[in-house]
């Protein structure tokens, strides 16, 4: 069986950005990524989410009234978790994330993701952040939004994952 | 799915100030701010349902990989953050299990109380606090925020509300809280779509 391949640039590695780069316009890589049924399996129960849109095309098909089976959301999560820490490298912290679901993304669909940086700041800990402004695309079909806030290193000696209770204001 | 098209220009329930009860039972306005549900996971965390994860998203994040990697920026292995609710999403079937179980009890009171039988989720919020680690036992509770007063949008007149899950570890740190906004309605017309016939929460 031949995998799905995906197309990310992931030029950060363990090392990482830091927060200089963070610059409110700059655009994260973007993330392709063909879907197929096992997809969706996949994704689905690895998040424990047992429903049967998400693994039998009859009960989508004819109880939803859906295309198809499509992702679930706690799986889109993991796929924006990817996407963002792709481009921070592993010091990249989330600290919040939001969605809002528009549309589903079905097997046969290639699902874009696209993101830009919206602003950063440091906060009153020291605690450097970047917010990031996400969207997941299949063609013309906006499926998805998220906003995320990510903690960056403020520079190459610095781990927001160091960070506990008081010093973490996410 | 979740479809909030119908949401667009809908003025969501306001997360602070004084909750907009208008009309509720009082037995249902009594539980806003209240901690519903405590429940403690079945089973502890670990790594193999990250691997899942992992395997099923492509990540190739060392931090989840490599435990040296881990061990040098947190001090051991940690989960995926996305995987929050995963540890508390029970079982299809356990034994003594007399139906299907389902998350996020509180929105199915809800829907139930006000008799409101269908509902969609629109927003997600995900607030990551302690990491979760291989052998966490974690326990969450959940909290109405808030209720709209009623609304009618283009899926039919109902309420919207707000409802947090709060996630701690086992000794009681706070690792996360999961914010869910939901709109309970009830349909204007006979549908004569082919709209989702079932409730699609928290898809």
Known sequence: MNLPTSTSTDETGTAGITLDRAVAGTALPALSYDVSATTVVLGALASRDWRPMHHDYKFATERNGTPDIFLNTPNLAAWFERFITDWTGSRGRIGRMTFRMRDSVYPGDRMVFSGAVSGSEIDETGCGWAGLDISVSVGDRLCCTCTARVALPTDETDNPWARKSDDWKP | ?203
Not at chain 2, 63 to 73: G, I, R
Not at chain 2, 81 to 104: F, I
Not at chain 2, 177 to 184: A, D, H, I, K
């Open chain 2, 1 to 203: 799915m979740i479809d909030d098209s119908a949401l667009d220009n809908q003025a969501l329930p306001e997360r602070t100030g004084p909750p907009k009860n208008a009309g509720l039972p009082e037995h249902i306005a009594a539980l806003i701010g209240e901690p519903q549900y405590p429940e403690t996971a079945t089973f502890p965390v670990e790594m193999s349902y990250a691997y899942n994860t992992l395997s099923a998203t492509e990540n190739g994040n060392p931090l989840y990989w490599d435990s040296e990697v881990a061990d040098e920026l947190t001090d051991g292995m940690t989960m995926p953050v996305a995987t929050l609710s995963l540890w508390m999403r029970p079982h299809r079937w356990e034994p003594g299990a007399t139906k299907e179980q389902v998350a996020l009890k509180a929105h199915f009171d809800l829907k139930e109380q006000l008799d409101l039988p269908e509902a969609i989720m629109s927003d997600n919020t995900m607030i990551l606090h302690e990491p979760v680690r291989p052998g966490d036992v974690i326990s969450h509770h959940q909290v109405l925020r808030s209720i709209s007063d009623a609304k009618t949008t283009k899926l039919g007149t109902g309420r919207f509300w707000v409802i947090d899950v709060e996630y701690h570890n086992q000794n009681g740190e706070l690792v996360g809280v999961e914010s869910y906004t939901g709109f309970g309605y009830k349909r204007t017309a006979p549908s004569t779509s082919t709209a989702p016939s079932t409730s699609p929460e928290n898809s």
